[in-house]
């Protein structure tokens, strides 16, 4: 069974910093492009970042080019997302995807910026 | 960037209904075109890929099609734990763009 289970969410002031993880377990990780997806409160879906599956290559929304940086580790499984310069406008939940595209997500964790 | 205007926002049926919900692409996107249903509280699921293909696990009363640049989901008789928002995503070209979704109720 596929399972994507992302951590590190929580409150952080604006203009700081925060890394999101995502394990992931029943599938050859690195085999599979991962991807993070983002739902601000009450609102649509919007897609934050790609990884291929050997890491060497990333793709972002212009939203957030130059703050994020999406990583993966094959050999633990585990995908990062490093969030910088983080704004009121980045608060939303986090989801870890497994592309197909898509084809699969993690439960999502939390991030809210605020002073 | 490829903008997908999904009709309608939202939306009710009764059960038993025959229900549509359409996004069209601003550009050519062949058919990388995904699906997904979200249930309040809960992660997206998606219900269809390439177009027309049935993701695993999904009710064959879920299906796709596409005519041009008009992609659509139809529920062939809906159910109620079909309520749900639902989302179209463009996969072809970044960035991916999702469709601002469908709330679809209960009449």
């Known amino acids: 069974e596929v399972q994507l289970v992302e951590t590190g969410g929580g409150l952080v002031q604006p203009g700081r910093s925060l890394k999101l993880s995502c394990v992931a377990s029943g599938f050859t990780f690195n085999n599979y492009w991962m991807s993070w997806t983002r739902q601000a409160p009450g609102k649509g879906l919007e897609w934050v970042a790609s990884i291929t599956n050997s890491g060497g290559s990333t793709y972002y929304p212009d939203s957030v080019k130059g703050r994020f940086t999406i990583s993966r580790d094959n050999a633990q499984n585990t995908l990062y997302l490093q969030m910088n310069s983080l704004r009121s406008e980045d608060t939303a939940t986090y989801y870890c995807?497994?592309?197909?595209?898509?084809?699969?997500w993690g439960q999502g964790t939390l991030v809210t910026v605020s002073s | 960037d490829i903008q997908m205007t999904q009709s309608p926002s939202s939306m009710s049926a009764s059960l038993g209904d025959r229900v549509t919900i359409t996004c069209r692409a601003s550009q050519d996107i062949g058919n990388y075109l995904s699906w997904f249903q979200q249930k309040p509280g809960k992660s997206p699921r998606r219900m269809i890929y390439g177009a027309t293909n049935l993701a695993a696990g999904v009710p064959s009363r879920f299906s796709g099609s596409r005519s041009g640049s008009d992609y659509s989901l139809t529920i062939s008789s809906l159910e109620s734990e079909d309520m749900a928002i639902y989302y179209c995503l463009q996969s072809i070209q970044y960035p991916w763009t999702f469709g601002g979704g469908t709330k679809l109720e209960l009449k």
């Open positions: 995807t497994r592309e197909g595209p898509f084809a699969y």
